[in-house]
């Protein structure tokens, strides 16, 4: 059973008309994508000026402070020494010895 001309003009239309809409939303999408990116590196050079602060300011103060790197590692693979922990375990148990 074949489309009358009338039902084929009504499809290609909505065809037509789907088809201009994707378009649309693809060039919305991109734009978003892009005002996305833009803010990261907005955000990303914000956060370097605050970090470079931050930095210069715990030096002068003579602190030591924990960088980006150090706190990833930190928590990506904490491990502990078992001798650092048979060492914590003896200095424990002889403080609550001579309590």
């Known amino acids: 059973m074949g489309l009358t001309k009338k039902q084929e003009d009504l499809y290609r239309q909505t065809m037509e008309e789907a088809k201009a809409q994707l378009d649309t939303i693809d060039e919305e999408m991109e734009k978003e994508i892009q005002k996305a990116r833009e803010k990261l590196e907005k955000l990303k050079e914000s956060k370097e000026s605050f970090r470079q602060l931050y930095e210069g300011a715990a030096?002068?103060?003579?602190?030591?402070?924990?960088?980006?790197?150090?706190?990833?590692?930190?928590?990506?693979?904490?491990?502990?020494?078992?001798?650092e922990n048979d060492e914590e375990k003896k200095e424990d148990s002889s403080d609550e010895s001579s309590s």
């Open 59 to 83: 030096r002068l103060l003579g602190e030591k402070i924990e960088t980006d790197d150090e706190s990833e590692q930190e928590t990506e693979s904490p491990s502990v020494n078992p001798k």
